[in-house]
């Protein structure tokens, strides 16, 4: 059973840092590929960073400069590292992992994605 859980959210003011993470169980980590997505109140479900199997990122570029996406497969985490946040960023941030291989383009697609977290929220005070 493939399960992905988020943790490192909390408060933190802007220009501040928070970087999350998203342990990975239930399957060969290092063959799918993931993502990060957020949601605020009343937006939709949004991508911002993404990394494939092979290690290649994107990112969207509302986040682009500011955000890291990287993971370490020895222990199936996939980390988010946010600099330079604003109060915009303010949302629950999910991680998302796609194991049928869905192509690459469709990277900040949320249908993409077949497996989820239950999300860490990150609130930005100005």
């Known amino acids: 059973q493939v399960q992905l859980l988020e943790s490192g959210g909390g408060s933190v003011q802007a220009g501040g840092s928070v970087r999350l993470s998203c342990v990975a169980s239930?399957?060969?980590?290092?063959?799918?590929?993931m993502a990060w997505f957020r949601q605020a109140p009343g937006k939709e479900r949004e991508g911002v960073a993404a990394i494939d199997k092979g290690g290649s990122t994107a990112y969207a570029n509302i986040v682009k400069g500011r955000f890291t996406i990287s993971q370490d497969n020895a222990k199936n985490t996939l980390y988010l590292q946010m600099n330079s946040l604003k109060p915009e960023d303010t949302a629950m941030y999910y991680c998302a992992a796609d194991s049928d291989g869905r192509s690459w383009s469709l990277r900040f697609w949320p249908l993409k994605y077949n497996y989820w977290g239950q999300g860490t929220q990150v609130t930005v005070s100005s």
């Open positions: 239930g399957y060969t980590y290092s063959r799918y590929s």
